[in-house]
């Protein structure tokens, strides 16, 4: 029988170590809880070196299987949505009341092959070869990060497993559904502007050059504004004296080098914190950036909390994936002040990042006991005004999108009637 090791408080509230055999983590836990202790970590004892020729066999064949597994992770990752569906699906097996192994078994067999069924097999191996859920799945980072392997060890040690993986999958599926509604709202200004480009990029290379023909075969003098579009129209067809590379490559290539640069500076630290504090001062972009920043940093660390997850760990977490700078610099005073023994409204406040009512429910939260429901409710109300936002936001950017068309297609129009009035004209005085 496999032996753990494991860290425990007794009644008194002082930590204890010791060993325990059981055939898994969760019968060691319910062990542990039986000689009335609180077990904080447990974990398989590491196997003696000296193992009999068979016993080393074995060993030596699951680990070659293990890795045949869980060896394709190595390139790329997991998707949040394969993620969130196993999250769903394993959270309602075990409320079903199936043993764990037997839950990841089913799922195993449910996966395509790929990376997600890679995952879960590596996993199956680890959880029959004694270690714990949140052990295995700790293995395997580019799958299961740490927030979901801290709230998955917190239900262990609580015992409410399949409660956590509940509100881990309700919180992955909120994510995705923010993340869907934004990315949907700018499919459609992406699709004009890009229709956009391609209209007038043929009239650059195919429509002026005719006008400019007919200009030079009545010798008009062309006033300042058709000469700069004439130029214009050169350069994007590469007709331009000693012009090698048509422009129209440097119009097509610039927005993938503008990201590709914008990846690579936010790579640094210092380039994500300067980025990050400008996106927030983005006029239009940077009131909804911080709505969803809220509406995330608040659902993560009430799931945290709520979870059983010690606040100080949880405050830590919330900050490393709250995905900007300047709320994570917050966060980590807030976590500063409550080690301390400070309130955690107060360093929030200071911070400027969030609004008034933000930091007023979390006072009162904190002084009622219910800082976790509390961030929740914060969090769907963010949730109610991205959408608002995004909405908005949708409304502006269409009459945007036809002024500033309208006002280059007239331009062009201008531009290419002026030579054309005074043509009219001279043939008149003619």
Same mark, same amino acid.
């Given at each position: 029988?496999?032996?753990?090791?494991?860290?425990?408080?007794?009644?008194?509230?002082?930590?204890?170590?010791? *060993?325990?055999?059981?055939?898994?983590?969760?019968?060691?836990?319910?062990?542990?809880?039986?000689?009335?202790?609180?077990?904080? *970590?447990? !974990?398989?004892?590491?196997?003696? !070196?000296?193992?009999?020729?068979?016993?080393?066999?074995?060993? @030596? @064949?699951?680990?070659?299987?293990?890795?045949?597994?869980?060896?394709?992770?190595?390139?790329? &990752?997991?998707?949040?949505?394969?993620?969130?569906?196993?999250?769903?699906?394993?959270?309602?097996?075990?409320?079903?009341?199936?043993?764990?192994?037997?839950?990841?078994?089913?799922?195993?067999?449910?996966?395509?092959?790929?990376?997600?069924?890679?995952?879960?097999?590596?996993?199956?191996?680890?959880?029959?070869?004694?270690?714990?859920?949140?052990?295995?799945?700790?293995?395997?980072?580019?799958?299961?990060?740490?927030?979901? =392997?801290?709230?998955?060890?917190?239900?262990?040690?609580?015992?409410?497993?399949?409660?956590?993986?509940?509100?881990? @999958?309700? $919180?992955?599926?909120?994510?995705?559904?923010?993340?869907?509604?934004?990315?949907?709202?700018?499919?459609?200004?992406?699709?004009?502007?890009?229709?956009?480009?391609?209209?007038?990029?043929?009239? #650059?290379?195919?429509?002026?050059?005719?006008?400019?023909?007919?200009?030079?075969?009545?010798?008009v003098n062309l006033p300042g504004l058709t000469v700069w579009l004439i130029d214009t129209s050169r350069w994007v067809a &590469?007709?331009?004296?000693?012009?090698?590379?048509?422009?129209?490559?440097?119009?097509?290539?610039?927005? $993938?080098?503008?990201?590709?640069?914008?990846?690579?500076?936010?790579?640094? !630290?210092?380039? !994500?914190?300067?980025?990050?504090?400008?996106?927030?001062?983005?006029?239009?972009?940077?009131?909804?950036?911080?709505? *969803? =920043?809220?509406?995330?940093?608040?659902?993560?660390?009430?799931?945290?909390? &709520?979870?059983?997850?010690?606040?100080?760990?949880?405050?830590?977490?919330?900050?490393?994936?709250?995905?900007?700078?300047?709320?994570?610099?917050?966060?980590?005073?807030?976590?500063?002040? /409550?080690?301390?023994?400070?309130?955690?409204?107060?360093?929030?406040?200071?911070?400027?990042?969030?609004? &008034?009512?933000?930091?007023?429910?979390?006072?009162?939260?904190?002084?009622?006991?219910?800082?976790?429901?509390?961030?929740?409710?914060?969090?769907?109300?963010?949730?109610?005004?991205?959408?608002?936002?995004?909405?908005?936001?949708?409304?502006?950017?269409?009459?945007?999108?036809?002024?500033?068309?309208?006002? /280059?297609?007239?331009?062009?129009?201008?531009?290419? $009637?002026?030579?054309?009035?005074? #043509?009219?004209?001279?043939?008149?005085?003619?």
């Amino acid at each position: 029988m496999p032996t753990f090791q494991y860290e425990a408080l007794n009644a008194a509230g002082k930590q204890q170590r010791g *060993t325990i055999e059981a055939s898994n983590s969760e019968e060691a836990i319910q062990r542990i809880r039986n000689q009335q202790l609180f077990p904080t *970590t447990v !974990k398989p004892a590491k196997s003696s !070196k000296k193992d009999t020729s068979a016993g080393g066999d074995e060993a @030596a @064949a699951k680990k070659k299987k293990k890795k045949k597994k869980g060896g394709g992770i190595a390139i790329g &990752g997991v998707s949040k949505k394969q993620l969130t569906l196993f999250t769903r699906q394993l959270s309602t097996l075990q409320d079903a009341g199936l043993p764990l192994l037997r839950s990841l078994q089913i799922l195993e067999g449910q996966q395509k092959p790929g990376l997600m069924k890679n995952v879960v097999g590596g996993v199956v191996e680890e959880v029959e070869g004694g270690s714990s859920l949140s052990d295995a799945m700790a293995k395997y980072p580019k799958a299961f990060d740490v927030l979901y =392997t801290k709230m998955v060890h917190a239900g262990e040690i609580g015992g409410v497993l399949d409660i956590i993986l509940q509100r881990l @999958a309700e $919180f992955m599926e909120k994510a995705q559904r923010l993340k869907r509604k934004i990315n949907g709202a700018m499919v459609y200004p992406i699709a004009v502007i890009l229709i956009a480009m391609v209209i007038l990029t043929a009239i #650059m290379i195919f429509i002026i050059p005719k006008f400019e023909e007919i200009f030079a075969d009545f010798g008009v003098n062309l006033p300042g504004l058709t000469v700069w579009l004439i130029d214009t129209s050169r350069w994007v067809a &590469g007709q331009q004296a000693g012009q090698k590379i048509q422009g129209f490559w440097f119009v097509l290539c610039a927005p $993938f080098v503008a990201l590709i640069f914008w990846k690579v500076i936010r790579k640094t !630290k210092p380039g !994500k914190a300067v980025t990050d504090v400008l996106l927030l001062w983005t006029p239009v972009f940077g009131n909804l950036i911080r709505k *969803t =920043t809220i509406a995330k940093f608040t659902r993560t660390l009430g799931t945290l909390i &709520g979870a059983g997850v010690p606040i100080l760990d949880a405050v830590t977490i919330t900050a490393e994936t709250s995905g900007n700078f300047v709320f994570e610099r917050a966060l980590r005073k807030v976590h500063d002040s /409550i080690r301390e023994g400070e309130t955690f409204a107060e360093p929030l406040r200071a911070s400027k990042t969030c609004d &008034g009512i933000v930091i007023n429910m979390i006072d009162v939260g904190e002084e009622t006991g219910e800082l976790d429901a509390m961030l929740m409710k914060i969090a769907d109300n963010y949730d109610e005004e991205v959408d608002v936002a995004v909405a908005a936001l949708v409304s502006l950017l269409q009459p945007i999108m036809v002024i500033v068309l309208g006002g /280059i297609i007239g331009t062009i129009i201008i531009a290419m $009637f002026l030579p054309l009035v005074e #043509m009219i004209n001279s043939l008149n005085a003619g």
